[in-house]
């Protein structure tokens, strides 16, 4: 199958391919012209480079004349040493036509280094006039080695005339080739693309007009697009699709008839649920129950049964509060004293609480039904398991800007697993003789409650017990109130 992707690869290598083929033409034929320019700058550089060393040996003979010191003589042997090599370097540069001037321009420099050689030894010999008459000399010699190196330029200038001009008029041509190519280019690229566009233009407007005659419930035209890439492959998904729907149509059809036969079973289903749900027990009921068995246990002598019963209803009571309604640090106090109470009677020695409270922190306002699951938990999970069973302590401070409330047990901890499944708010399974309100629903309460994350933290460690700590900002206390 020749996919999208590989058609849209070809235009991409067609284009390179075109743009790559004029690059590398224009780069060899820009390449090649820069290296004639080179050689012939450098020859004009060689002959200006002969006759700056000249006028440099001049310049230095003459310091030396009139101050013979190691430094000058130095100076001028270097410019010298330049000189030679200016000739050396100019002796590459003979060709036909300046095969005599160059000869001539070769032995001036010879001339040159030659007289300003005795023109030294004069000077060390204390001859001073044939010192000064050598000098003369030399600088003669390098006037005419000046006027040589404008002759020869000039020489160079006429032999690579024909060179500068055919290069002009090749530019000229090579301008006229640009525009050409870029128009041939041009007018095939748009060839090119659209032929590409129609390819894929061409079948998702067929699709599109299948997918139109969808739309409008015409499910018996067959779906016939001419492609040989993905379109022709969601062509035939859009068929089936069709035959499909067809199918189903004929199913709902039959189907009709068995919807109106299970009418009557529905209705007859909904009045079982009613009825089911009449024979639930009212909550209110059962906390009124509760009230007049505490009552006629306390009637009768039994006062524990009835502490007992009167704990059992209040502890109802309090879980029947909406739980967005927020509630002081006191009344959960209350609600975990008649938790407890109940606890204590079912463990009996096996259950010990320990309760240190700052009373100046009893106002303070929390979600309702915060405290009492935790406490829970700790049952659950600390007391229950162990036969000794264990202690459980619940501490609130008052600190500068929070209060700090601590429910600790030394039961025989949690899991790193499990205590994160609870800060990440996951339902955790609760045993079934639990009241009903998870640890998990706990933790997200008190962070909607003071829109923070950090206001619940877990330690726990496995055999070494629980403590859950409880951050609560006085800045933010009763924050979602009502």
Request: glycine content about 4%; charged content about 25%.
């Amino acid at each position: 199958m020749n996919t999208i992707q590989k058609k849209i690869w070809m235009l991409a290598m067609v284009v390179l391919f075109i743009m790559a083929a004029i690059w590398f033409a224009l780069t060899y034929y820009n390449q090649k012209t820069q290296t004639q320019y080179n050689e012939i700058l450098q020859r004009y550089l060689h002959l200006n480079e002969a006759k700056t060393a000249s006028q440099e040996t001049i310049v230095n003979l003459n310091s030396y004349l009139n101050e013979p010191t190691e430094v000058n003589k130095k100076r001028l042997k270097d410019t010298e040493g330049k000189l030679r090599q200016a000739k050396n370097e100019a002796a590459g540069l003979r060709n036909e036509e300046n095969d005599f001037a160059l000869s001539n321009y070769m032995n001036l420099i010879d001339s040159l280094i030659e007289t300003t050689d005795r023109s030294v030894l004069f000077q060390e010999d204390k001859e001073t006039e044939a010192s000064a008459s050598e000098f003369s000399e030399a600088t003669r010699i390098s006037k005419y080695i000046s006027d040589m190196t404008l002759t020869l330029i000039d020489t160079e200038l006429k032999t690579y005339d024909r060179f500068y001009r055919s290069i002009i008029e090749k530019s000229v041509e090579i301008k006229k080739l640009g525009i050409w190519l870029m128009l041939l280019i041009t007018f095939l690229l748009l060839i090119i693309t659209y032929g590409f566009s129609l390819s894929i233009t061409k079948p998702v407007h067929q699709l599109t007009q299948a997918a139109n005659e969808l739309s409008k419930g015409r499910f018996d035209r067959q779906i016939e697009v001419k492609s040989n890439d993905e379109i022709a492959f969601l062509a035939k998904t859009f068929d089936r699709m069709r035959i499909n729907i067809n199918g189903l149509i004929s199913e709902i059809q039959e189907k009709a008839q068995l919807e109106r036969e299970l009418q009557e079973s529905k209705l007859l289903l909904q009045e079982s649920q009613l009825r089911s749900l009449q024979s639930q027990i009212n909550p209110h009921f059962l906390f009124n129950t509760l009230n007049m068995l505490s009552k006629k246990a306390y009637l009768e002598g039994n006062e524990e049964t009835s502490d007992l019963l009167v704990s059992v209803a209040g502890l109802l009571r309090y879980n029947l509060r909406r739980l967005d309604k927020p509630v002081t640090l006191a009344d959960e106090i209350v609600v975990i004293q008649q938790y407890m109470d109940i606890q204590k009677a079912r463990f009996t020695e096996r259950l010990t609480f320990y309760m240190d409270i700052d009373e100046g922190c009893l106002d303070s306002r929390i979600p309702g039904l915060t405290l009492q699951p935790i406490i829970e938990n700790a049952v659950i999970h600390a007391i229950e398991p162990k036969e000794d069973g264990g202690a459980i302590w619940l501490r609130i401070r008052d600190e500068e800007e929070s209060v700090v409330i601590e429910i600790e047990d030394d039961g025989l901890g949690m899991e790193a697993e499990k205590v994160q499944q609870i800060l990440n708010e996951h339902h955790v399974q609760s045993e079934g003789h639990s009241t009903g309100i998870g640890f998990s629903n706990v933790v997200k309460r008190l962070r909607l409650f003071y829109e923070s994350s950090g206001v619940i933290n877990i330690e726990s460690t496995i055999g070494s017990g629980t403590k859950v700590l409880l951050n609560i900002p006085k800045n933010k206390v009763g924050v979602r109130h009502g």
